[in-house]
DNA sequence: TGGAGTTAGTTGGTAATACGAACTATCTCT
DNA sequence: AGAGATAGTTCGTATTACCAACTAACTCCA
């Protein structure tokens, strides 16, 4: 499988997981953005800067929607102790708990499509 | 590796897959959303609720982004010739031509991470 | 070492995105 | 023929997202 081929596949499979999370998002009164930003913060604890970068997003936009999880009570701002400019984010329990609550329910929406999924991804495709 | 295994590192591609994608949409003024119905109307001509069940979105939700991207000549929506409730939406050759470029902007973002990717999504991996 | 230039994050203004509820038109099925 | 289901739109509201402008803190070199 060339690169290019592996590629497409990736992005293929990505816009169908995407759906699979947008919907399990609503599910849970949660946005696709808020799901991803609570995927990478399940092992990270990133400045502000730093999830926008990942997000591809306008570190302006974060502000909004760290403050709306926040008084959810879902993640929350520490102060780097480095640089005191900066602004650590990282999942409280709560949003531990929720995380990998909403994990759970991906992996059971994505277990039918898992042979398809592999095939698509892996060398021996045409 | 495991199924859980393989999903958890599927879902970890789609959020650097969809921070890339999110990026490149800004760059080029559409949003990820917008990406999304590109990649799906590349090779398909659905109607607009099978469009809104892919993408993980309420109906409601389409006929504004379709509304939008239509007045940019991107895509365009056309009477389903078997029941004249629905609406079938296809890209116009303008969103073809766009879709194909983004795509070529996305395999070369993309390169740089191919071999971490590939390997975290494979057998061998500890 | 002091200040010019960067960088981190927030705020405010505007447009796009997204949901649910309510609506019309059409289809299905008996 | 008509009751109920389905396809899509519209409307009202909240969220998401950008940019420009701002403050605070950091860098670094002259």
Not at 4 to 30: C, K, P, S, Y
Not at 54 to 64: R, V
């Amino acid at each position: 499988m060339s690169s290019d081929d592996f590629m497409d596949a990736l992005v293929q499979a990505t816009f169908h997981v995407t759906g699979v999370l947008t919907r399990i998002g609503a599910e849970n009164d949660l946005s696709l953005t808020q799901l991803r930003v609570f995927g990478i913060l399940r092992d990270r604890r990133p400045r502000v800067t730093e999830l926008a970068a990942y997000l591809g997003l306008d570190k302006s936009t974060m502000s909004g929607l760290i403050d709306r999880a926040e008084r959810r009570g879902l993640l929350a701002r520490d102060k780097n102790p480095h640089d005191r400019r900066a602004v650590d984010v990282f999942l409280t329990p709560a949003g531990h708990e929720l995380t990998e609550r909403l994990y759970a329910q991906v992996r059971e929406a994505l277990t039918p499509d898992l042979d398809r999924l592999r095939a698509s991804l892996h060398e021996n495709t045409p």
